[in-house]
């Protein structure tokens, strides 16, 4: 309770709209992939999100970052409606998806347009190739490829292929916690997601695996809008083109990546990029 | 001085623990080396084989019991093994509400009644109806007490699935009923095996609901609307009964059905120990 309070003292001194201190959105020539209109979030009765207005632009990494407990994991959860999974909960606001509202698509195709990748990763107690398959499976994507062709393009995209190639039918918990965290990815892209949400995917990872990873989002945006919510401030400005900070379950400022962390506009995100607080 | 006190009471209270361990692992060892010890030696080829022969004469066997026996345990898992599973399944992933907490509670309930009362039931359901005992009969009493222990590890070992496998899958667009069917129950497939297994070997020493179910046959028996013998119905009789040889059968007879569930239990213990080190 006495968290609640004090977010509301803090929060009182905060605008409702995100700043951005070039005074508009990052460039403004790129699409809209994903955007979020007044979003809020409920745990029971618990505001977890307040009026979260956002815009993933096309082929973009964007970064999500702020303090514990502030809303970046909860907000990304979202916007697959995989927070849908963990009863009592509440969506308020809208989310849109190519211009079609994502509250109202059928959850399975909204699942498979939008991947996610996971903190901890977490591969099925099945094959590797059972693992990048599942997802072609449940989906019936075969579309004239066969299964071992997707798994096979998967896993190159997700730079595994050459680490695993001769061991696929071996168990996927056999892999190093870098390697499972890269076939988590191959499994979200094997079904060709349009958005790829990554939830701190390298905060169980040692640097060597971390840097493979962020290798990956580099040529992963090509063909997908990437998000990523991040502990790791370096991580953001090495990988994300825009980036927005949350704070007690507020978007407080959203803008390209330099910005934020070489001139932000809102005091609260200078002092946590520079530590004073976080 | 008080330090002196303590020390005092710690052996003190030590040696009275390891004294009870010791005396309760020395009864377990007793049983399984009396029951060798008298049993093991009365076995031959025979009593696998032959029937049950009239008092006085020699080269018997229980072949018709085990037989029995394994009869009774299909129907038991048959029954048992589906009701429970699917029952197992609804608590731990379906249920919200009251009605679950209820029916584990009934569940509690059922296990702890008493076998000869599970024995009456299926009597009063089967025999009573059908006039006659049958091994059908005593496959429903044993598979009735084979629910409660089959629903509660099913549950259990479900909800022992990590939830970050549950969002694995869904996140990829699988549905719950898909995520349950193809990610939950194989990753706690191994552990709900052996609950299973541990549970078949419970019942299959039982032999309270038998004595007025399939009742017990000297013959073979065919089919499933017949009188059957079973092993532990067996021990009973030959122990109960006056004659020498026939002690020696029953001794027999125990040494095997405690072999087969001491098998049962090992397997299961190893399947186990296989899952928890990750498939």
Known sequence: MSVARESEIIVGSINQEPLTSSGSAPKQAETVKLSTDRLSFYYGSYKALHEVSLNFYANKVTALIGPSGCGKSTFLRTLNRISETIRHTRIDGGITLDGEDVLALDVTNLRRRVGMVFQRPNPFPKSIFDNVAYGVRVNGLTRGTTVREVVEKSLRRAALWDEVKDKLQESAHALSGGQQQRLCIARALAVDPEVLLLDEPCSALDPIATAKIEDLLFTLKDDCTIVIVTHNMQQAARVADNTGFFLLGKLIEFDQTEVIFKNPAAKETEDYITGRFG | MLTRRRKLTNSIMLSLTAVCTVFIVSILFVILGYLFWNGARYLSWNFFTKLPVPVGQTGGGMANA???????????????????????????????????????YMTDLLNGVPSIVIGIFAYAM?????????????????????????????????????QSLREGA???????????????????????????????????????????????????????????????????????????????????????????????????RLVLAKASHGA
């Open chain 2, 66 to 104: 085990i037989v029995g026996s394994g009869k009774l345990l299909l129907l038991a898992t048959l029954i048992g093994v589906p009701f429970g599973f699917l029952g197992g399944v609804y608590l731990a992933e379906f249920g919200t509400g009251i009605f679950p907490s209820m029916v584990r």
């Open chain 2, 170 to 268: 869904m996140a990829l667009g699988a549905s719950k009923a898909r995520t349950i069917a193809t990610v939950v129950i194989p990753a706690a497939f191994k552990g709900i095996l052996s609950g299973m297994m541990l549970d078949l070997a419970r019942v299959a020493g039982e032999t309270a609901p038998l004595l007025f179910t399939s009742l017990g046959n000297a013959f073979w028996s065919p089919g499933w609307d017949k009188p059957t013998s079973a092993l532990p119905e067996m021990v009973y009789r030959y122990a109960i009964s006056p004659y020498d040889d026939w002690h020696q059968q029953a001794w027999a007879a125990g040494f095997v059905l405690l072999a087969l569930v001491l098998g049962v239990n090992i397997i299961a």
């Open chain 2, 126 to 162: 089967v025999v009573a109806r059908m006039h006659h005992f049958s091994t059908f009969a005593g496959g429903l009493a044993l598979g009735v007490m084979m629910v409660p222990i089959a629903l509660r590890t099913t549950e259990e070992f479900l909800r022992g699935v990590p």
